[in-house]
Every structure is written in C-alpha cells, then in structure tokens.
Nanobody, 126 residues
Framework: QVQLVESGGALVQAGGSLRLSCAAS????????MGWFRQAPGKEREFVAR????????YYADSVKGRFTISRDNAKNTVDLQMNSLKPEDTAVYYC???????????????????WGQGTQVTVSS
C-alpha cells in the first residue's frame, strides 16, 4: 500500500511555471508506475502524464506535451510534474496516482490507478 501527498499548487499567470511534487510513503514506491491527473470544475478527471516504475519511460496527454515534464526519484519516494508555459485551460485540481498492477507501459485510464492523493489546486490567470 502507498499513501500520496501532493504539494506545489498555486495561482500563477499565464506563461508561467509551477512544479508539483508528490511524496509517497511505503517501501515499494519503486515498483509503482506513477501518474498525474487533473480535474477542472464540471469536467471529468483527465490524464496528464505517466512515468514507469523505473523512470525510463514517460507518457503525456497531447494537451501538455512539450510543456510538462514528469520525473521521479525512487530514492526519495517522490514524483514531480514540472509545468511550463501554463495556460488558463490548465486550471484544475491536480492529483498524483499510483499504479501497482502494471509498472511498465502506458495507461491513461484512472481506473488502473489504485492509489490517489488528495489533490492540489493549480489556477492559471489570463
């Protein structure tokens, strides 16, 4: 089992940058693929990015490709999301999630992730 706590959300102007961090508890963090999702008011939760358990492969939603970067540090049990060139449409609550059933490969389906953090608010003003 793993517990996840996100941090780093804030209010930022369009074109700015933010770095979100997710701290995980538990000794088996390195066996989980990790993902970031977001949910805007009135919308469904959507996939943002994923990184495999070893960190060798990353996957991104088309809407953030080239602007966001996911990374992890298995020694520190953390996974980060660097967000650059932020747009007002990036405004959402951002969630960190862990996938313990498939450490490799890509999935954007939130049902594949068994553990979730509480979320952190990102607001991008125009």
């Amino acid at each position: 089992q793993v517990q996840l706590v996100e941090s780093g959300g804030a209010l930022v102007q369009a074109g700015g940058s933010l770095r979100l961090s997710c701290a995980a508890s538990g000794r088996t963090f390195s066996t989980y693929a990790m993902g970031w999702f977001r949910q805007a008011p009135g919308k469904e939760r959507e996939f943002v990015a994923r990184i495999t358990s070893s960190g060798t492969s990353t996957y991104y939603a088309d809407s953030v490709k080239g602007r966001f970067t996911i990374s992890r540090d298995n020694a520190k049990n953390t996974v980060d999301l660097q967000m650059n060139s932020l747009k007002p449409e990036d405004t959402a609550v951002y969630y960190c999630a862990a996938d313990g059933t498939r450490p490799y490969g890509s999935t954007a389906d939130p049902r594949e992730y068994g553990y979730w953090g509480q979320g952190t608010q990102v607001t991008v003003s125009s």
